[in-house]
């Protein structure tokens, strides 16, 4: 049971590039979740999925956009890289949107835009 | 306006040593309250959460105490070890959608010296 996978734990981007931060998970739950952590700051909420087919806009959305075509995966995509958006990013599941079953995270992307 | 704020920022103590983090929210409703370790470098874990009726909880060494009148948590921690050395964020949920946003903490780093 390997929980929440995110790939590639680190990446260097120059602006104005793109990529995906992949995350998949194998417990079968049906919420995702994609923060960012800022240096000193907490986490704050990008994006998340209630189930497969089903996205919606967190507290930062701006310059990312993601898909959830299966339970498993939930990829995160970066279209027009800027420096802002130097951060950890990290994805995390639940069982349901009660948060006492609690997420589980995954150990995080370490995104620098130069 | 919903927050989470936590003291101190850091911390350092001797191995062997106890300590006590604080938490204060504003948020409302309150649904729950959790405390989460997270390593460097990796995402956060789940140490203890608690509901409004709930005032205390332990887990091994980590006693969490919330006064949901005060709108304050505290994670005692008692004969520290080097494996203690962390960030500690406090995590509040409220009932305010049908997703039960969390509130994350900015964390208290915690390190403990031999």
């Known amino acids: 049971n390997a929980g929440v996978t995110q790939t590639p734990k680190f990446r260097i981007l120059k602006i104005g590039q793109s990529m995906t931060l992949q995350c998949t998970q194998d417990?079968?739950?049906?919420?995702m979740y994609w923060y960012r952590q800022d240096p000193g700051m907490g986490l704050k909420l990008i994006y998340y999925s209630v189930g497969a087919g089903i996205t919606d806009k967190g507290e930062v959305p701006n310059g990312y956009n993601v898909s959830r075509s299966t339970t498993e995966d939930f990829p995160l995509r970066l279209e027009l890289a800027a420096p802002s958006q130097t951060s950890v990013y990290f994805c995390a599941s639940s069982y349901s949107n009660v948060d006492y079953y609690g997420y589980t995270f995954g150990s995080g992307t370490r995104l620098t835009v130069v | 306006k919903n927050q989470v704020e936590q003291s101190p920022q850091s911390l350092i103590i001797l191995e062997g040593k106890n300590c006590t983090l604080q938490?204060?929210?504003?948020?409302?409703?309150?649904?729950?309250l959790r405390w989460y370790k997270q390593d460097t470098g990796r995402g956060p874990v789940s140490l203890t959460i608690?509901?409004?009726?709930?005032n205390t909880k332990s887990n091994g060494r980590y006693t969490a105490t919330l006064d949901a009148d005060t709108k304050q948590s505290s994670l005692h921690i008692t004969a520290s070890q080097l494996s203690d050395s962390a960030s500690y964020i406090c995590?509040?949920?409220?009932?305010?959608?049908?997703?039960?946003?969390?509130?994350f903490g900015r964390g208290t780093q915690l390190t403990v010296w031999p």
């Open positions: 608690m509901t409004f009726s709930e």
């Open positions: 995590v509040v949920s409220d009932r305010g959608s049908t997703l039960g946003r969390l509130y």
């Open positions: 938490c204060n929210y504003t948020v409302s409703p309150f649904s729950n």
């Open positions: 417990m079968n739950h049906n919420y």
